[in-house]
């Protein structure tokens, strides 16, 4: 499943977490991920310095921006 609005997670992507608000950008990506049949999966770093999310559902997350990769 891919983030709340539909759209397919990709690497760089701006999103916004739906529960607390936080936002920040997509690190890793594992599209229907064999651990939660159905779920894409996602790994975040968030914007506020704060500490990262290293595994979460995509659909958890709304796309606030498309993003390019600068790594």
Known sequence: MA???GNTPELGDRVRHLASGKIGRVANVQLTAGDTPGHDQISVEPD???VGVDVALA???EL???GQIKW
């Open 48 to 50: 506020d310095g704060s």
């Open 64 to 66: 606030v921006e498309r």
């Open 3 to 5: 983030y709340s609005d």
């Open 59 to 61: 659909d958890e997350y």
